[in-house]
């Protein structure tokens, strides 16, 4: 049936069974109700109102009860610029459902719910001004790409899949997905993509969700669930590799002769096998992340210039903001992708590693739950030349309490045998109920001179002041304060913990007189950083570098094996000029400690 501005209309019940077959092209089309089903042979429905109608974005597909289609071999097409279902839409028992449109509209009251269910059965909800023909003149509006559903969304059935290309997803009721290898795939355009639910989201029993950002723009997911959330044992949200795709992004660098440059993010890049040896720098709020991350740099060889090793995209971002409580006991990745190899005209060139993207979780209640969220890097390629390892991305988790949170915080730059290694992420813990603040860098004990930074949204004030209760660096991590106008303050009480493996970096100022005075972590103040020091400070087989200025030097302990203050020819307390040091109360150095100054005069009071 073809007519360029022809309207069906069919009052009752449209359907197509038993391996029937019906194309429409027409300008639109209003059923009572929609139902195609097999029992012999094939069956398919296709509705075309929008590439023969005189206006395709206004072009309406319109059905006042169910669209249902149901059982293997059958499949219903609709192209229109907005589909609007009175009732409910289901694709059941193996049936594919596909709908092209700008805007669809699902059902009157909370009982109109969308569903997937049943074993491979399929729905794509596309609202690409590409793939619904569109004619090139057509605008999109603020409610392109958008779907609304009355009441639920329920993916069930093993291998059950919904896959949407949307701007917007606004669900009424409650959401569940569940059974093995049942899965939600969503992708961005380049405003990113919101979706809202008004009452509880669930994934259960090995079901995944996977988000992809746009590649261009590296926009990525708010979700944001009124209720409750549980993301169960076993069950995956993941955008490995769906954030800046290959040699873009801010953290990402330019194609690079032979080995690609990891991209940065939360820490550093690793560097390429290409001098100078250098990877991507970081970016991004460690307090509000919402960027991807960047794609690893491409790499070229001289003897084939046009063709070369793609580095790996950058991980997506996840925000979650939940009204009720949350369950995290599945896991959320947004990690990096590796590079690739390539062999060229007799060389081989490998690609950097993408950096890990963001998760912010911020919940009304509490947050329990054992899983992992990771923001790792991704790894380079290795061939004839090594690239650079992506850095880590950030985490935030914002809850009433975190005490029943257990999981796994994964912000390290993975290990390989050759290439270095990214810097670390950021993990940042706020309790509201308590107040508390904290801190959590972590390299996983791989070794890397790479560093996490401390940065906050932009504009950052010239001042900016970051305060903490704690400060855990863990594992060999490294994290640089960037910046010699901020300043990072413990609170009262706080400390500066670990396992003495780490190490904080002041460029700007570390204010930890407020604090307990046990250092549990290195601290390296380099030209123009300045520490100061609590009343009291013990440090306990962990070391003070001191290239800048050191603040409220009165009774200092240095203490244990590898306990170190050194104060070196560029360093001074507070007042004086470079090179001179005085320490207003005692110094007490133990056996296996080691304080030394480099300095021109040195006087106690």
């Known amino acids: 049936m073809t007519s360029a501005n022809s309207f069906v209309n069919v009052p009752g019940t449209f359907s197509v069974s038993n391996g029937s077959t019906v194309a429409m092209y027409v300008g639109a089309l209003r059923a009572g109700s929609v139902s195609v089903s097999g029992g012999s042979g094939a069956t398919s429905l296709l509705v075309d109102a929008s590439k023969r109608a005189a206006m395709a974005n206004s072009s309406v597909c319109t059905v006042a009860g169910d669209l249902v289609v149901r059982n293997s071999s059958v499949s219903t097409t609709i192209y229109a610029g907005k589909v609007a279902v009175g009732g409910s839409v289901r694709a059941e028992t193996s049936a594919t459902l596909r ?93 990113g993509t919101r979706a809202s639910f008004g009452g509880n989201f669930a994934m259960q029993s090995g079901s995944r969700m996977y988000l992809y950002s746009d590649p261009s723009s590296g926009v990525g ?24 795709g290959n040699s873009s992004g801010p953290g990402s660098l330019s194609a690079s002769r032979y080995g ?139 809850a009433a309490n975190l005490s029943g949170w257990s999981g796994t915080l994964q912000t390290w730059s993975p290990q390989q045998s050759l290439g270095e290694i990214g810097g670390p992420g950021t993990a940042y813990l706020l309790e509201r109920t308590s107040g508390r603040r904290r801190l959590v860098v972590d390299q996983n004990s791989i070794t890397t001179a790479r560093r996490a930074w401390l940065l906050d949204p932009l504009p950052l004030l010239p001042d900016a002041t970051f305060a903490f209760d704690s400060i855990d660096l863990r594992r060999g991590a490294q994290v640089l304060l960037p910046n010699a106008s ?92 470079s090179g001179n040091v005085r320490l207003l109360g005692a110094l007490t150095v133990d056996t296996s400690a080691l304080v030394r100054f480099y300095s021109r005069q040195v006087t106690f009071d």
């Open 221 to 244: 997911f708010v979700m944001s669930v009124a209720g409750n959330f549980l993301l169960g044992t076993g069950t995956t949200i993941s955008g490995v590799g769906g954030g800046f």
């Open 99 to 191: 709908v092209y449109t700008a805007r669809l509209d699902v059902g009157s009251s909370v009982s109109d719910s969308l569903s997937v269910i049943g074993t491979s059965s399929g729905m794509l909800i596309d609202g690409r001004v590409s793939s619904w023909y569109l004619p090139a003149a057509a605008s999109a509006s603020s409610t392109d790409l958008a779907a609304n559903i009355s009441g639920g969304l329920t993916i069930q059935g093993t291998s059950a899949t919904l896959t949407m290309y949307l701007a917007s997803l606004d669900v009424g009721g409650s959401a569940l997905i569940e059974s093995t290898s049942a899965t939600a795939n969503m992708y961005a355009p380049m405003q």
């Open 486 to 577: 901020w300043t990072v303050e413990l609170a009262s009480g706080g400390q500066l913990d670990g396992d003495r493996s780490g190490v904080f970096v002041a460029r700007g100022r570390l204010n930890a007189q407020q604090g307990t005075g046990l250092h549990l972590s290195h601290v390296s103040v380099e030209s123009g950083g300045r520490l100061d020091l609590a009343d009291v400070t013990t440090l306990s087989s962990v070391y003070v570098d001191v290239n800048g200025e050191l603040a409220n030097a009165r009774a200092v302990r240095v203490t244990g094996s590898g306990g170190r203050l050194r104060v070196y020819s560029d360093g001074r307390t507070s007042g004086l000029l």
């Open 260 to 398: 690609g440059a990891g991209a940065g993010h939360g820490g550093e890049g690793g560097g390429s096998a290409d001098a100078p040896a250098v990877g991507g720098l970081a970016y991004g709020s460690f307090t509000e992340p919402t960027r991807s991350g960047s794609g690893g740099s491409n790499a070229f060889s001289l003897n084939c210039p046009t063709q070369f090793a793609a580095g790996g995209a950058g991980g997506s971002a996840l925000r979650l903001v939940v009204g009720g409580s949350a369950n995290a006991s599945g896991t959320i990745d947004m990690s990096g992708a590796g590079g690739s190899n390539v062999g060229n005209c007799n060389w081989w060139s490998s690609g950097g590693g993408g950096s890990g993207g963001s998760v912010w979780i911020d919940c009304g209640g509490n947050l329990v739950g054992s899983g992992t969220i990771a923001v790792s890097g991704g790894v380079g390629g290795q061939s004839t030349y090594n690239a650079g390892v992506g850095g880590g991305g950030r985490i935030a988790l914002y």
